[in-house]
């Protein structure tokens, strides 16, 4: 089971094209620099690309570490854990590609799932909660929530939705059914999903970041960028400048929402509110580890956490690990308890699901809150009522110097993934180096 196993795919044509069609070489106004601001898998993808053109860049990024929500952790278990991004949905996506063809393990989740449902552990349920996002019809607007009680689906279905919401990003009050119907229409990277044997985060450091790793500079904490000069100005927090002839802008869309980043002169109230409409939950993954395996492989339900799941699917290690994915209203709820606050509520659900099970062996807990992480702020993107097309909007070039990239700007279904932030950078390099063409 994993994120989207809820579903199955309508399958559309392949985003795959995009980075076929766009690079054969071509010549370049010299000397062309491009700036980007973010090293996230899109910022370091985007980086790959202009590698491979010749065209001069860099990556400019605030932390201290590169790979944005891509990160592992080693030492817990006897193998390597996924903080953020684990699966690989769709082994037709470009990320799939590049495994592919650098012999990169990975293998299919066919984890199996119990749903906790009115106080019992079930394998099957009443009713299917997955056919509101894909099969009943949907006339109008509406969320998770108010669609699934028109459908007459009770109050004890609530964690179950809350645990689809989720997969999403999102609580079930605030996930849109029209909008991610269409989105999920527009799928087109496959309908599977798969781990890695190693992790996300090593895949992107092993085949892309040695192209780049140069050009990456760290805890530089972009503040500004003035692109009224001929050629654009960015400032980080210290006062340093770069300059160069585009500015591409990777951040996560929390940071553009916030304005964490001046403008100058200010980004257009058009764009801004479409930046403003792209909406991203606060999201938290809590990995138990236990010493003995008492747990089913997925569960969905829970009051605490909607969506636990075995962290050692896929990997080559016997550990007991499993992870608590916590979105929507839950994370909202979690989030500012100290971790000790959030390690304990889930144990005690736990303990209820399996006879006190949980606190007899645990071994110990790692937390990793993205909402709390200063430059992300967030878990991902997800389409809620009114987003109509915002996320276009907020992807589009301004006066053919600042062009923005990253999983919110992917407008055809592929946000909130891995291989959606690749796919909108290889757009706006594409663009890019459109532009820079004679
Ligand atoms: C818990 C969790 C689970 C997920 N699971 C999956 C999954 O299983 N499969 C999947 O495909 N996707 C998953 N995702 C989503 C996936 O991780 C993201 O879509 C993708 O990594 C986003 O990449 P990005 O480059 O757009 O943004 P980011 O990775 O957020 O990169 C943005 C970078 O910009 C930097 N930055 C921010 N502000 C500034 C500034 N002012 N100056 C300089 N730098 C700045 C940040 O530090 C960061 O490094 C998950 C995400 C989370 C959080």
Same mark, same amino acid.
């Given at each position: ?15 795959? /094209? ?86 990169? $393990? ?8 119990? +749903? ?6 079930? !394998? ?10 894909? /099969? ?63 992790? +996300? ?93 008492? +747990? ?23 550990? !007991? ?26 144990? $005690? ?27 992300? !702020? ?61």
């Amino acid at each position: 089971m994993d994120r989207r196993s809820f579903l199955h795919y309508a399958l559309g044509a392949t985003g795959l /094209a995009l980075i076929n069609a766009s690079f054969d070489r071509s010549p370049y106004r010299e000397p062309s620099k491009v700036l980007i601001v973010g090293a996230g898998v899109a910022g370091l993808f985007a980086g790959y690309l202009l590698q491979q053109k010749g065209i001069d860049f860099e990556i400019i990024e605030g932390a201290a570490r590169y790979g944005g929500r891509l990160k592992k952790l080693e030492g817990f278990a006897d193998y390597t854990l996924d903080l953020g991004a684990a699966w690989l949905h769709g082994h037709r996506s470009i990320v799939g590609k590049i495994a592919r063809k650098n012999q990169v $393990a990975y293998t299919e989740d066919q984890s199996d799932l119990v +749903y906790w449902h009115q106080g019992k552990l079930l !394998k099957v349920l009443p009713r299917t909660v997955k056919d509101l996002i894909y /099969a009943y019809p949907v006339a109008k607007e509406c969320s998770l929530l108010e669609y699934a009680s028109k459908q007459g689906f009770d109050e004890s279905y609530k964690y179950i939705l809350e645990a689809l919401a989720g997969d999403y990003g999102a609580g079930a009050s605030e996930l849109s059914v029209l909008s991610t119907r269409k989105e999920e229409h527009n799928w087109s990277s496959g309908n599977r999903d798969f781990r890695f044997e190693a992790s +996300y985060f090593d895949l992107i450091d092993q085949h892309i970041v040695p192209a780049v790793r140069s050009k990456i500079r760290l805890n530089s904490r972009i503040v500004s960028v003035d692109y009224t000069l001929g050629k654009p100005q960015i400032i980080d927090q210290q006062g340093k400048s770069y300059r160069g002839d585009k500015v591409l802008l990777c951040v996560p869309i929390t940071v553009l929402q916030q304005k964490d980043i001046r403008f100058i002169p200010a980004i257009d109230a058009q764009k801004q509110a479409a930046f403003e409409a792209i909406p991203m939950g606060p999201g938290l993954k809590v990995f138990l580890k236990f010493k003995q395996s008492f +747990y089913h492989q997925n569960i969905v339900g829970g009051s605490v956490c909607a969506a636990y799941a075995d962290a050692c699917v896929g990997k080559k290690g016997k550990d !007991k690990v499993l992870m608590a994915f916590i979105m929507g209203e839950q994370a909202a709820r979690l989030s500012d308890l100290p971790e000790s606050k959030i390690v304990e509520a889930l144990v $005690a659900e736990l303990d209820n699901m399996y006879q006190g099970k949980a606190s007899r062996w645990l071994e110990k807990a790692h937390v990793e809150n993205w909402t709390k992480q200063p430059l992300i !702020k967030g878990a991902y993107s997800y389409s809620s009522k009114g987003i109509a097309n915002a996320r276009f909007l907020a992807a589009k070039s301004v006066d053919q110097k600042l062009f923005f990239a990253g999983e919110a700007m992917h407008s055809d279904g592929h946000h909130q993934t891995v291989h959606g932030a690749v796919e909108s950078a290889i757009e706006s390099v594409d663009e890019i180096l459109k532009q820079l063409a004679h």
